[in-house]
Nanobody, 123 residues
Framework: QVQLVESGGGLVQAGGSLRLSCAAS????????MGWFRQAPGKEREFVAG????????YYADSVKGRFTISRDNAKNTVYLQMNSLKPEDTAVYYC????????????????WGQGTQVTVSS
């Protein structure tokens, strides 16, 4: 049973930083891609960043490029999202997701999801 557990969310002032973690378990993820998505109230869930577990190749949404960094720790089976220079518009529930092989930006392509962690950025 695949399980993804996010942590690290919270309340931060604009300009601040947070690091989200996604602990993955239940299978070998070496051939998987991991994604971070977010969903703000009243909006659709959107892609934030993705990483290929095998080689660390990463991809970012334009809205976070240069501010967010996705990384993974193979030994801990954990994916991270370092978020710097946070803005109020980054406020959302952040979700971790997993799929086979290639990074994708559409939610429908991901097979497994975590429960989400709330990030609130105050102005």
């Amino acid at each position: 049973q695949v399980q993804l557990v996010e942590s690290g969310g919270g309340l931060v002032q604009a300009g601040g930083s947070l690091r989200l973690s996604c602990a993955a378990s239940g299978r070998t993820f070496s051939s998987y891609a991991m994604g971070w998505f977010r969903q703000a109230p009243g909006k659709e869930r959107e892609f934030v960043a993705g990483i290929r577990w095998s080689d660390g190749k990463a991809y970012y949404a334009d809205s976070v490029k240069g501010r967010f960094t996705i990384s993974r720790d193979n030994a801990k089976n954990t994916v991270y999202l370092q978020m710097n220079s946070l803005k109020p518009e980054d406020t959302a529930v952040y979700y971790c997701a997993a799929k086979g092989r290639l990074i994708a930006t559409m939610t429908i392509e991901y097979d497994y999801w975590g429960q989400g962690t709330q990030v609130t950025v105050s102005s």
